[in-house]
C-alpha cells in the first residue's frame, strides 16, 4: 500500500471530480456532499472516459458513451450500459455489468492522498 497525494482539498468543490495520475494509473478523485473518493477513470464497459461523466443524484457518476451508472462511494453498478437501445444489447453480450475499481482516499491536511496497493 502506498499512500498518493493527487491534489489539495482547495481544488475541488463538492460535486465536482478530477483526473489524475497515481502510480501509473488514471484515477478520479470525486468531492461529494460525503466526502472524498476515488475510482478508475475509464469506464469497465468499452473504456469510456468518465472524467466526461457527469455526476447524478449527488453520489453516482454516469458514463458519457452508454450511459451506465455506479456510485462513486462503493464502485457499485447501479445501472448497466443502456443507451443507445438496441445497439448497446449488441455489446452488452460480450460486455458484461462490472463495479468500478474504487480506492481508499484520505484527506491530511489540505492534502488528498489515495491510497493505492
Ligand atoms: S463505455 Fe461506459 S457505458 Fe459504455
Not at 497515481?22 to 468518465?50: M, N
Not at 447524478?56 to 455506479?70: T, Y
Not at 456510485?71 to 445497439?87: E, F, H, M, S, V
Not at 458484461?96 to 489515495?114: A, F, I, M, T
Request: aromatic fraction near 8%.
Amino acid at each position: 500500500m502506498a499512500l498518493h497525494t493527487v491534489c489539495s482539498t482547495a481544488d475541488l468543490a463538492i460535486g465536482e471530480k478530477r483526473l489524475v495520475q497515481a502510480s501509473g494509473q488514471a484515477i478520479l478523485v470525486y468531492r461529494l456532499e460525503d466526502g472524498w473518493f476515488a475510482t478508475q477513470a475509464k469506464c469497465p464497459h468499452i473504456l469510456a472516459p468518465l472524467a466526461k461523466g457527469k455526476i447524478v443524484d449527488g453520489h453516482l457518476v454516469q458514463c458519457p458513451f452508454h450511459r451506465a451508472r455506479f456510485d462513486i462511494r462503493t464502485g457499485k453498478c447501479t445501472q448497466w450500459a443502456n443507451w443507445p437501445p438496441g445497439l448497446v444489447d449488441v455489446l452488452n453480450a460480450f460486455r458484461g455489468e462490472k463495479d468500478l475499481r474504487s480506492y481508499p482516499v484520505r484527506v491530511s491536511g489540505d492534502q488528498v492522498q489515495v491510497e493505492i496497493a
